[in-house]
């Protein structure tokens, strides 16, 4: 199983912009597709955005459309989250996570492997 492990988290201001990314090691690595979810404390995970491993077709949450963009370097085994136009309530715990299953946009269920997180905080 990959081991995912992100970065690029970090303290911007309203407004500010951020690249996350998260790498992928391990001895083959063929998802289905990558995903990144959020999670604030006390709350459930929520979906933000995934994209096929192969076709690059991407799907968003209501909530971040228009302002984050998911892409990949399949070479590099490694996804990135742009997030622009940050907002004080994108301030939580980011995760990435690789699908080995259908259903891959907006479920968690088809996700195996997890990162550990990177932290955002946005300051209005």
């Known amino acids: 199983q990959a081991q995912l492990v992100e970065s690029g988290g970090g303290l911007v201001q309203a407004g500010d912009s951020l690249r996350l990314s998260c790498a992928a090691s391990g001895r083959t690595f063929s998802p289905y597709a990558m995903g990144w979810f959020r999670q604030a404390p006390g709350k459930e995970r929520e979906f933000v955005a995934a994209i096929s491993w192969g076709s690059g077709s991407t799907c968003y949450a209501d909530s971040v459309k228009g302002r984050f963009t998911i892409s990949r370097d399949n070479a590099k085994n490694t996804v990135y989250l742009q997030m622009n136009n940050l907002k004080p309530e994108d301030s939580v715990l980011y995760y990435c996570?690789?699908?080995?299953?259908?259903?891959?946009?907006?479920?968690?269920?088809?996700?195996?492997?997890w990162g550990p997180g990177t932290q955002v905080t946005v300051s209005s």
């Open positions: 996570a690789a699908a080995y299953g259908s259903n891959w946009c907006s479920n968690s269920g088809p996700y195996r492997s």
